[in-house]
């Protein structure tokens, strides 16, 4: 029996009492892809992207071991809800606009001390001041550079479009923005290098393209480890009490973390592993969070159809967004009907294997994303669900 087989096995004796659709975290996988990710980060905290996870008992769970410590979260409204709900260190990982989340920030001494907004643009704390409705509290700030590589003069950028902040001078002026208003303070820098950290290097059946993406990704690390130093150098000119400086994420946690001037790095995904982390050549992790769906349909030979799971990831468009059937191993979707909104066709030998009510275990493209699909997790520790924990969505909450 292979490695996965004797999985799908322990899966389904696991929920051979739940109704599928369901959804599981294998606890063992999930805690050796934490171990891993602080063995890569060589000493350096981890702070975990709460995007990435979705779920309140496992952030806790992952917090609760060394070396991972602090949140980044993706929308101020959930920052404010988790630092309610207990964790002191929330990192804002974007701008917002949430003119009612920034005046309760403002009126609260509790929130104002546990969560850091992001800034790039003296717009934004235009935003923040004329929301605070009365609110004194100081506001934590910090500043996000802009990674992307640019080339030939700037005429190609690789990179996503985020921070207009490339340049040291450009971070630096903006520091002195935030020092010089009343009502904030400077506390850190944060980078993300999407290109390297979430561009896997190692695309199947693709060699030439990922000989490119590594000749890419070593050019953008030397660039930006350069840059990245020069503005941590001008920000502290300005800041000298700086607490942190923030960059990687689970891609590339081993060569953020060999950088000075980094102090934490960033990572969520490499604790589920969803499909888009198996194209790297610089780590293998354990993939955690799967999602069932039952047989329901026997339309002929080599093809079964299961119910739903057309659950496509953010991003560009294309078949690399969609989840993937993963156990048992061997089945493909239709080429003509993909992933179902209500039905999935799937195609191959072991379809004649599988009998009505039967579950296809499928591994989503991205880490979070698949908790606003579901309510719950089980917990799956061997054969045997443990327990079962809310989702955001499962708490009534759909922040994005």
């Known amino acids: 029996m292979t490695a996965r087989a004797a999985d799908r ?5 696991a929920t051979a009492q ?3 659709p369901v959804a599981i975290v294998d606890l063992d996988a999930f805690d050796a892809n934490a171990d891993d990710l602080v063995r890569r980060a060589g000493g350096k905290p ?14 806790e769970r992952a917090l609760a071991k060394d070396g991972l410590t602090g949140i ?15 964790f002191d260190d929330v990192l804002l990982a974007y701008p917002s606009a949430d003119r009612a989340a920034y005046a309760e920030l403002a009126a609260d001494p509790k929130l104002a001390r546990a969560v850091t907004v992001m800034a790039d643009d003296p717009a934004q704390l235009d935003l923040i001041d004329a929301a605070r409705e009365g609110g004194r509290e100081v506001v934590r700030v910090c500043l996000e550079l802009d990674t ?19 340049s040291p001078a450009q971070v630096a002026d903006m520091a002195r923005t935030v020092a ?10 944060m980078a993300y290098e999407g290109h390297v950290a979430g561009v896997g290097d190692a695309v199947a059946g693709r060699p030439l393209r990922s000989r490119a993406i ?6 953008a690390r030397r660039e930006l480890a350069e840059r990245r130093a020069a503005v941590v150098r001008a920000v502290r000119a300005v800041a000298p009490d700086l607490e942190f400086v923030n960059g990687g994420g689970t891609g590339s946690v081993q060569h953020t973390a060999a950088e000075d001037a980094v102090t934490e790095i960033a990572a969520g995904s490499g604790l589920y592993v969803p499909r888009l982390f198996d194209n790297y050549t610089s780590f293998r992790g354990r993939p955690a969070a799967l999602f069932a769906q039952p047989v329901v349909r026997r339309p002929g030979v080599g093809v079964v159809t299961v119910l739903g799971g057309g659950y496509p990831a953010s991003g560009a468009a294309g078949a690399d967004r969609l989840p993937v059937p993963y156990l048992p191993e061997g089945l493909r979707y ?16 072991p379809a004649d294997d599988l009998l009505i009510g039967d579950k296809v275990w499928f591994r989503h493209a991205k880490a979070g994303e698949l908790c606003e699909r579901f309510d719950t997790l089980h917990l799956v520790e061997g054969d045997r669900v443990t327990a079962a924990v809310p989702t955001y969505r499962g708490e009534g909450h759909t922040f994005l």
């Open 72 to 86: 980044m979260s993706f929308t101020l409204a959930e920052s404010l809800w988790l630092a309610r709900s207990g």
């Open 46 to 59: 981890i702070r975990v992207a709460s995007k990435s996870v979705r779920c309140r008992a496992l952030l």
């Open 214 to 219: 590594r000749l890419m990704q070593a050019a």
């Open 180 to 189: 010089r208003r009343p009502g904030f303070t400077l506390v850190g820098i």
């Open 18 to 20: 739940l109704d599928a």
């Open 9 to 13: 096995a322990r899966y389904d004796r």
């Open 148 to 166: 992307s590589l640019k080339l030939l003069g700037g005429r190609v950028r690789v990179g996503a479009r985020r921070s207009p902040l490339h």
């Open 334 to 349: 239709d080429p003509q009907e993909g992933a179902g909104e209500v039905q999935t066709p799937l195609l191959g030998s």
